[in-house]
């Protein structure tokens, strides 16, 4: 009976001994912070508060994709084999290669270092504020006094007028009947009886 109150002290020992070794390393973890009105800066990307996640870590402030193309007419495709963001577009045509978790990194086929490489938070992709200017040829500017950080580039052109009209623009008018294509109704299946 002693043999067995004495195996079993020891089994809760070595349960608690594991379960320490288990939440100790949590607090060594790297933290990230969401954006949020106490916990830092107010990102604004061309005047608008960016509407995505804002994330913060090691003294850096990351952007979602989804609010980088503020900034221009950009595609992004992300590549989950290679962990590889390919970024289209612009008034360049410029094609940008980014690698999740590398510093390294293309544009139009050109090496270019980073000051911190992308990532992923929460299934979504961050690139920092710093690599989306330098990027997207916009400019980027802390505002200390408002705790703001101001990502802006001038719209592009493309060859086209930024006039607005001189009329007023009013919608296209559909013509009177049917609306689209007028499609064959399918056979009516045979009954059986």
């Not at 193309?69 to 595609?75: E, F, I, P, R, V």
């Not at 390919?86 to 290669?97: F, Q």
């Amino acid at each position: 009976m002693m043999k067995n109150r004495f195996e079993g002290q020891k089994k809760k020992a070595l349960l608690a001994v594991l379960a320490a070794a288990l939440i100790a390393p949590l607090p060594l973890l790297p933290q990230a912070e969401t954006a949020s009105a106490a916990a830092g800066a107010t990102v604004y990307i061309n005047g608008r508060v960016a509407s995505g996640d804002v994330l913060f870590r090691k003294g850096r402030t990351y952007l979602t994709l989804t609010d980088m193309k503020a900034l221009g007419d950009y595609t992004f495709r992300y590549n989950k084999t290679w962990k590889t963001i390919t970024i289209t577009g612009g008034d360049d045509g410029a094609r940008h290669v980014l690698t999740l978790g590398s510093r390294e990194a293309r544009r139009n086929g050109q090496n270019l270092t980073l000051e911190a490489a992308p990532l992923s938070y929460e299934n979504k992709t961050m690139i920092p504020v710093r690599a989306a200017a330098q990027l997207f040829n916009a400019e980027l500017e802390w505002d200390e006094a408002g705790n703001r950080v101001l990502l802006t580039k001038e719209p592009e052109t493309n060859g086209s007028s930024t006039r607005p009209p001189t009329s007023p623009s009013r919608p296209p008018v559909s013509p009177p009947g049917p609306s689209g294509p007028s499609v064959p109704k399918p056979p009516t299946p045979p009954s059986i009886r």
